[in-house]
């Protein structure tokens, strides 16, 4: 079950990440502006932004879980000051991720969008409310190198 929930908020993360630009070149090629205003147009670009650094930290936790298996000598303190970099960069990505979503949600449902609007409104709140779980269950924001 866990697996699978990781899995889904990296799909619907990195699908907003994806399909970003891909809307913005569609907008522009039929000359449709973008019809949010207001805090709802925060919201939508927040949320966006938030999945791109969201995205960026687990990669980033990634590649040191990758270079610490591939070298021994990263299991050392020599890597301790990038480690607590990652884990305040974390602490700070998931927990503005998770607050920004649910702001995001929030002014999609108050707004007059239609129904796909509302339900990825949802998805990318409960994403993002996954992936800080997984950061605390995992240990990833625990402010210690120990390992």
Known sequence: MVVRAIEFRAAALLLTVVLWPVATL??????????????????????????LATVVIVGAWGGTVVA????IAYLSSTLDPWLWTL???T????????????????AVWA??????????????AVACL????????????RFSVDY
Do not use: N
């Open 87 to 89: 884990q305040m960069l």
């Open 91 to 106: 602490l700070v990505t998931f927990v503005a991720a998770a607050v920004i979503a649910l702001w995001h949600a929030r």
């Open 26 to 51: 569609v907008r522009r090629h039929y000359h449709a502006p973008l019809v949010l205003v207001g805090p709802e147009a925060s919201a939508h670009r927040l949320v966006r932004l938030a999945a």
């Open 111 to 124: 707004g007059a969008r239609r129904w796909p609007a509302k339900l990825w409104s949802v998805v990318l």
């Open 68 to 71: 610490m298996v591939s070298d």
């Open 130 to 141: 996954v992936v800080l779980w997984t950061g605390l269950a995992f240990h990833l924001i």
